[in-house]
Structure formats: C-alpha cells, structure tokens
C-alpha cells in the first residue's frame, strides 16, 4: 500500500516568515498534486507535478518534486493571514490517488 | 468550467437509516470517486467508478455501497447508517489529459445519530 506522509501536521507561523510542508511517498509515482482546503470546505486544486525536477509557483507559494527522493515539498514565502488553511498533497498511483494527512497552517498577524 | 455537485451541504440521520449521498457532474467525465474526510486521516477512498454500472472499492467500503446508472451520477449508499460513518464525504471526478487532476465536489457533513 502507498503512504504519503506529510510535516508538521500542524503550523503556526508569523506573517512575513518563510516556511516549508514537506511531503513523503513510499513508491514510485508518476504525478504529484497540491490542493488546499479552507475550514468547512471542499479541495481546491494548486498544483500538479508531473516529472522529477518539476518546479511550479503562483504568488507566494511554491511546489517543487523530487521523485528520486519520492519527495515534494511546498514552500511559503513571507506568508500572509489568507494563506492560513490546510493543505494536502496527493500522489497518483493506478489511477486512485493516496492523499497525506494534511497540514494545517495558520499565519499569525 | 467543470461542475460537480453534490445533493445536500449538511445532513443529519439516525442510526439504522439508510441514507444516500448524490454527486452529479455536469461533464462527460468517465471516472467519478467517493472519499470521506476525518481529522488526523486525511482523505480515504471508499469507491469509486470508470464508467456507467462500473465501480470498484476503495481502501474503506465497508458499510458501503455505490450506484452508478447514468455517467452525470454516482451515488454513495449507506445501507445502515452507524454514528462511525459520522464524517465529511467528498465526491470527484477525474479529468483526463496530461495533468489527469482530481477536482472536488463541495463535500456533505454527515452526522449520525
């Protein structure tokens, strides 16, 4: 069976701070997702990796994929309050997806 | 842009109940999936279908069944609803192409009694 293990589960951080949510799988996987989830909602889509090396951004988050090291990581820089909420990453294997567990980030004033 | 809904927001039911959660898409998506979500557990599949009258089961499905009669519609049957199935259930479908990406329905909180 797939795991994917994400850390910290859970993270407080100050605006303006620079953070990284990592994200472990345990078997070779073509595809990587990021999708984000504010409290009482559904997923919400951030990023697909698709190849080892891939790098993607939108505004102050980043995701990157090492699929050697069967690792991603989503980087935060200088955070902002709008970007408290959790965030899953998710790995495509067999055509069903093997979701972690989440982090849950909140971004103090 | 892709539209999956899903029947009620918030549901509350009785032990013993049988209960079903309707998820519609308003595309010609072959493959829909059932998740429910609980603190600490992330996402976990219960089934999921690729195509009309097809389904398979996911990682937890026991206590659950599926219908899917017309490709817009996959429905999620809990033939006896018990307080452990108390949880958030989502519905997705696939798109195709090269991202192949999930997108979600809006959830349904269902509480049992």
């Known amino acids: 069976e797939l795991k994917v293990e994400q850390n910290p589960l859970f993270l407080s951080m100050q605006e303006g701070k620079n953070y990284t949510i990592y994200c472990n799988y345990s078997?070779?996987?073509?595809?990587l997702y990021w999708y984000r989830q504010d409290p009482g909602k559904s997923l919400e889509s951030l990023f697909v990796l698709l190849s080892n090396g891939a790098v993607k951004q939108e505004g102050r988050l980043m995701a990157s994929l090492d699929t050697k090291a069967r690792l991603s990581t989503l980087h935060i820089t200088a955070a902002v309050h709008d970007l408290s909420a959790t965030y899953f990453c998710a790995v495509d294997k067999g055509n069903q997806f093997y979701f972690g567990t989440g982090t849950s980030l909140t971004v103090i004033p | 842009d892709v539209k999956v809904t899903q029947s009620s927001r918030y549901l509350v039911k009785r032990t013993g109940e049988k209960v079903f959660l309707e998820c519609v898409q308003d595309m010609d998506h072959e493959n829909m999936f059932w998740y429910r979500q609980d603190p600490g557990l992330g996402l976990r599949l219960i089934y999921f279908s690729y195509d009309v009258k097809m389904k398979e089961k996911g990682d937890i499905p026991e206590g659950y069944s599926v219908s899917r009669e017309k490709k817009e519609r996959f429905s999620l049957i809990l033939e006896s609803a018990s307080t452990n199935q108390t949880s958030m259930y989502l519905c997705a479908i696939r798109y195709g192409g090269a991202d192949n990406e999930q997108f979600f329905g809006p959830g349904t909180r269902l509480t049992v009694l």
């Open positions: 078997t070779t996987s073509d595809r």
